[in-house]
């Protein structure tokens, strides 16, 4: 599988991307900058990694889905390209209007850096292929803008066409989106991570690729990556 990582100012989490998806393709990933204008050609994956782009100055994300590299990630997009997006890189993904929603402050209003247990809602996507539908598993969290909300109308459409990705549960998988000790950063219907319409886009605010080796204390994100290899190469 042919990756690439995209890199922003203030982009702090491409080296634990990396090292995930070398992990499981043999391969390293290339590095894309803001300021290119195209991506690497022949790529399966586009990844946009978590951290503070642009400082996060104006709303996280707002800046950098205006830098030069996304007009390539669009057109790439509209090819049917496969997308993730991780934390920043999922807010980006919604400010460049790939993704519907928007990250808020989280609702305690402080910066979270904890695990946190998430719940696959459904199993026939590139980015879920390796676990079963209902799964449960552990995967750090570390944002302070990590408040997934969209319109009702739109919160309905995810939920009614099955592009809910991922929710905040607790370890049993149990759902309670007003209990901020199950669904901490206060998300509607606990939602951690959607889709886009083709399932090939796939936005998300925990980090899977924090652990992907028992060094790291667990291997439970590995699946995302090992599914998007068979997915994408075969």
């Not at 290339?30 to 022949?42: F, I, K, N, S, Y």
């Not at 830098?67 to 990630?73: K, W």
């Not at 910066?111 to 026939?124: I, K, M, P």
């Not at 989106?177 to 669904?183: E, F, K, M, S, V």
């Amino acid at each position: 599988m042919k990756a690439a990582i995209v890199v922003f100012p203030g982009t702090n989490r491409e080296r634990d991307m990396a090292i995930a998806l070398r992990s499981v393709t043999g391969q390293a990933p290339a590095m894309v900058w803001h300021r290119d204008t195209a991506l690497p050609e022949g790529l399966d994956l586009v990844v946009l990694p978590g951290g503070f782009s642009y400082g996060d100055y104006l709303r996280c994300g707002a800046m950098a889905a205006h830098a030069p590299i996304m007009a390539a990630i669009r057109e790439f997009a509209l090819r049917g390209g496969h997308i993730l997006g991780v934390c920043n890189g999922f807010q980006i993904l919604t400010e460049a209007q790939l993704l519907p929603g928007a990250l808020l402050r989280n609702a305690a209003l402080r910066f979270l850096s904890q695990d946190c247990w998430l719940r696959v809602e459904r199993n026939d996507t590139p980015f879920t292929r390796h676990w079963a539908r209902g799964d449960v598993y552990r995967t750090p969290m570390a944002h302070g803008d990590g408040n997934y909300i969209a319109e009702a109308e739109t919160i309905r459409m995810l939920e009614d066409t099955g592009r809910v990705a991922f929710r905040y549960v607790a370890e049993n998988g149990r759902l309670d989106a007003g209990d901020p000790q199950i669904n901490p950063n206060g998300s509607m219907n606990a939602i951690a991570g959607v889709f886009s319409e083709n399932l090939r886009i796939c936005g998300m605010m925990p980090h899977p690729e924090d652990l992907v080796d028992p060094l790291m204390g667990g291997e439970d994100g590995k699946p995302l990556f090992t599914g998007l290899v068979e997915a994408l190469v075969g």
